[in-house]
């Protein structure tokens, strides 16, 4: 999990020349300070017990961590590990493997890779020897061989739990868990998801061969735990070596903390989406505008932000088009008033312009066939358009129907903020019929 | 170690050898040890020419014909030879890898290299020699007290170019997993040994409740041993009811009998469908077990189907489990064909157990000339009913007094009414021996589990958790889930597009008196919940234009939102 980090370079106002300081979001700080949130600390807890009693008693077991995107699963993973990792029988007995179903998608790789990580005797420095077939039976049977007594206990760790459970048969999976059911090598299985849904994704045999414990990440707690994690955030730890530069930046994010605008568009964060890493987002952007000569946060900083995390993507892009491109849009605007979301061709919309061109503008000039069609094709490689499925190579380009892609939302906030837009173009765009 | 190195002229090299009075001399054609990795095992080599290199001949070397001993060679290449190599025999090396010329200062001392008797042998090349008594009496014959402490050596003959210059590829390579430092703890408490006996892998000796279907695969498997004849029996029932342990448990007994040579011996193999990677790696993996011999999947067939239909004397009876069953299907089927036709043979001495889970596997996938050879000797494992689950749990606990009664009672009836599986229970078992072991403040008051530690685990593993997780949702992911219903309720639809639910979104927003929220904003809410299968989504590719269902039922969303 990287660490949001900061390093800068500055002069003490006290001291002299002392150098300069560091600026770090303690990952430690934030998982133990998700406080106040009961169920994070009870998870915690059964995670590590349960991977105590599986590296110190040999113990096989299985379990799932679910929580939404972002919610804190595998920084859960993390900091049980470290604590587990620090009793010395569990560091100098525990294996771990670390697989992701993104980077393993298929149950090839992922033998290769556990065979590679557990280091068995046919790899040769990083190439493993053997085909599927054989990798699979020689893992079995290194697995088989060993007992709860005498053998390293195993870690299994698998990311993106919900893509192993699209691999053909289920193969690793079924394999998994049923060694951490037999009388064998202990093993323990941790599967990380987002999806509520995943049991439902297991086959049968699979399913009744796991343990059935879920450990469920849900952000149950409130907009005053939320303030609390900014606020621990952002504070510099005690152990930090300039103790005066702390204690100044730590009363400067209490004040920022308790201003008004700035609890307004935390809570607007917050209503949006309660998890980290969107937190964390903001508060790096926040954290970009420190610098040496102005070493605190604002609220305007905090304000400002805010209002990037949140503007709307596509609205951005339509101000860097063309007056002819942003006609089209407009046009393309009109015919889904008039037409209620048909899709439409280049000709059509080309001759809704031209209306515009012959009974109100003035300022536009009536480009030829060639130049509109380079503009709609710029258009589609921006995706603002997107052809229906479908007709893509039997008709001229010209009469290929078309979808908008934009809201009428979006194009009227385009609109306001486009640089020198002309006056009868945006009366246009405000008007109810073309 | 060399000393030092007197003089050199082109004939021949005088060293003196640490241990030895005199200084050697090293000629061409003689034989010498050079220093190597290993000090018990130097390199044997023989003398082509000696000379001096660089720019005034100062630095010596000698161009030397390596030899390898038996312990450098591989083992496959060992086989080649035809029969058992002297441990002090060396080979002739003519591979291009190692340089011919070596520096004088590695060479350790001289050694003789005696031919033993010669006789003509397989490689093609040229003899072999044999080795006899004659090179016992060599080796150890007494040598002149000139040449004391040299070694003697048998030399041997001519063979291929040996190892290839890639990296070996592990020939010897044996599955292991590491062992442990320390041994494992054992159980401290009376809720530490509950919960090591409520594993599911401490599978007892003799499994209860299923006395009946045991007796019946034992009678039909010792029938066919002591005749001496094939069979195939079909095992189903649902995950979880015993099956393989059952089977195991009668190898196990029938293994004993045969041990007291009260039923003829017998071989036992076991093969799973899950665990091959492909139908056809069945007939490699019976292979292996009956033979230990190595085959490709055509190969291994073709042999097992030899070996299967030809008489041959004092032939043991092999009883084959195959787990999984349905996993060896394949389009023409002809694996599960082999498997049911060759205990048909009269030879074959095969006795077949299948496994799966359905009943009428055998009618739905297999076409009948496999349906009809797999026969009907079938038997059925019905799931557990909540006085057996019961029974199981107290019979693994035996004495431990760690449920109250009305717990155990609680978990069995709840796993009997929803799967019957054994598994399950267990495993609900000793999450709750966990919950009791961590609720008590006072750890040394080891209580028994009750019926709320049983509760919360029950609630803990049997729950689904949509309806917290919309509760725990953000103000928006919920307003999302309301304009969603909203939609539907407006279309009569169970679908509608992003777009026209983002419309209901941004009545919904005012209504709240919220800001309203942008359609980008708009369009991650909807990811979000979409990532958690609370909404199920077309392509993100689609953007505004993606059409969304709901995954929960209204009801549920209604009552989650409603709950705050």
Redesign the interface.
Known sequence: MPQLHFRFRFRCSRGTGCVGSCVRIHEKAASWCIVGVVVTLCACRHLLELLRRSAIQGESNSVLIVGPRGAGKTMLLQCVLRDLLQEKEAQKNLLQVHLNGLLQTDDRIALKEITRQLNLENVVGDKVFGSFAENLAFLLEALKKGDRSSSRPVLFVLDEFDLFAHHKNQTLLYNLFDVSQSAQTPVAVVGVTCRLDVLELLEKRVKSRFSHRQIHLLSSFGFSEYLQTVRTQLSLPDDFTDRGFAQDWNSSIQTLCEDKSVEEALQRHFNSSKDFRSLHMLLMLCLSRVSVSKPSIKPADLLDASRLCLCDAKANMLHGLSILELCLIIAMKHLNDVYEGEPFNLQMVHNEFKKFLQRKSNSMYNFEQPVVMKAFEHLQQLELIRPVDGSSAKTQREFQLMRLMLDHSQIMEALQKYPQCPTDVKQWAMSAFG | MIDSVCSLCVSSLVISVEGLPRPTIIIPEQHILIEGDDEDNPYVAKVIRLFGDGEFGEQMKAVVQWFVRVSEVPLSKLKLLGREPHPQEIFHYQGRICDDEVNVESILRPVQVTVACVHPKVLGHKMCTNITTDVKSIKFKNIDSWMSGHHLLTMLLLFQQIMPGT????HQ?????????????Q?ANIL?EA??RL?????PESLPCREQEFQDIYSFVESKIIDGTGGCMYISG???TGKTATVHEVMRCLQHAADVDEIPTFHFIEING?????PH?AY??ILQNLTGQKATPDHAAALLDKRFNNPAPRKQTTVLLVD?LD?LWTRKQNVMYNLFDWPTQRHARLVVLTIA?TMDLPERIMINRVASRLGLTRMSFQPYSFKQLQQIIMSRLNKVKAFEEDALQLVSRKVAALSG?A??CL??CR?AT?ICE?STTNPSATGLVGMSHVMEALN???S???I??I???????QLFLRAVIAEFRRLGLEEATF?QV?VQH?ALCRLEG??P?????GL??CQ?LG????LLLEPSR????QRVRL?VSQDDVLYALKAD
């Open positions: 990296p070996r590829t592990p390579a044996t599955p292991s997993i590491p062992c442990r430092s320390l041994p494992t703890r159980p530490e919960r090591a594993h599911v892998s401490s599978v649902v995950p979880g899950m665990k091959m990677t492909d790696q490699v993996q999984e996993l889970n599986d598994r399950r495993d609900i999450r966990e961590h803990e593993m049997f689904s958790a949509y917290t997780a509760k725990c949702a953000s103000m928006q992911e777009q983002f941004q919220l800001q929220i942008s359609v980008s904003e991650a809410v979000r990532a958690c299968r609370l689609l953007g505004v234009l995954n």
